[in-house]
């Protein structure tokens, strides 16, 4: 088949219904990571399409201010997706048309969350045990507005019961734009090897643009992926935490066949400062600074000094006390 021969250097920009991305590579939505600042970041480093954290319809519904805040788009992000989360279709196709005129591009509907407290709701990947919901659900929405609709799905919720081929054929018939397949079920969480399998399978299954999530963590693994699967988009996720480079590195790698030095730890730490910054600027100094901590360990994961600058991290509670320690980091 003509997709399983295709290259990362041959892959054309992605195409969602009428939205043009630049390239066909995506920031996955990743609750606490893919907030304004973080985005904004990876867009800078060449991301083709930007998604938003989750929102969930319920609190928009009821005009919870953390959701309003969730939903703030910086005006250099476009193309960007917002992902509402639910399981009421009622309440998902309403709030769909309540929030279209907001400056998204892409609307995108969460049913791979594997979180507990979401997956309990009948919420997230839950919906990927009940197809009659899902076809309810999703129906609802795309009726409700004119933008695009995508949505994000697993394997399964578990190895039994891998049904994101027919899951993803009912979202074909419900006019869905394009699907976001992670090749793991609930049940792996995020352990484990994706299943590249699934995706190749759901792409010659459908023929709306099939998107790749799952074990990308630079440029080989991105070229893998494509070459197995067929994937008309590659999603990145925990490889882009700590990471927002990847995106320029895959770039370069499609554009010249040649794969981008690392980092200097000086060039991380430039962008952990300058992350930092936005962060209190955009959330207020304590909780941009807290929100900053994991993001901090991921960025020198691998670095000499590391595992004590992790170790003490959780004390800064200050810019000034960040850009300090930044510096000794450096230093050795």
Known sequence: MENKKRTLQKMPPL???????????????????????????????GAGLICMEMVSAKAILYK??????LMT?????????????????????????????????????????PVPKVVNNGEGSALMKDPHLVRKIVTSMVKAVKKPVTVKIRKGFNEESANAVEIAKILEDCGVAAIAVHGRTRAQFYSGKADWDIIRRVKEAVSIPVIGNGDVTDAASAEA???????????????????????????????????????????????????????????????????????????????????????????????????QMLNEWERG
């Open 225 to 323: 992926l494509v070459e197995q699967t067929g994937c008309d988009g590659i999603m990145i996720g925990r490889g882009a935490e700590g990471n927002p480079w990847i995106f320029k590195q895959i770039l370069h790698y499609m554009e010249t066949g040649e794969t981008l030095a690392r980092p200097t730890q000086h060039e991380v730490k430039e962008m952990m400062l300058r992350h930092a910054r936005m962060q209190v600027e955009y959330k207020g100094g304590a909780i941009g600074i807290r929100e900053m901590r994991k993001h901090v360990a991921w960025y020198t994961a691998g670095f000499p000094h590391s595992a004590k600058l992790r170790a003490a991290i959780n004390q800064v509670e200050s810019l000034q006390a960040l850009e």
């Open 64 to 69: 919870n201010k953390n959701t309003e805040d």
């Open 73 to 113: 788009i910086d005006p250099g992000e476009h193309p960007v997706s917002l992902q509402l989360f639910g399981s009421d279709s009622e309440i998902l196709g309403q709030i769909a048309a309540e929030i279209e005129e907001r400056p998204f591009d892409i609307l995108d509907f969460n049913m791979g969350c």
């Open 15 to 45: 195409k969602i219904g009428n939205v043009e991305m630049p390239n066909p590579l995506v920031l996955a939505p990743m609750a606490g990571v893919t907030d304004l600042p973080f985005r904004v970041l990876c867009k800078e480093q």
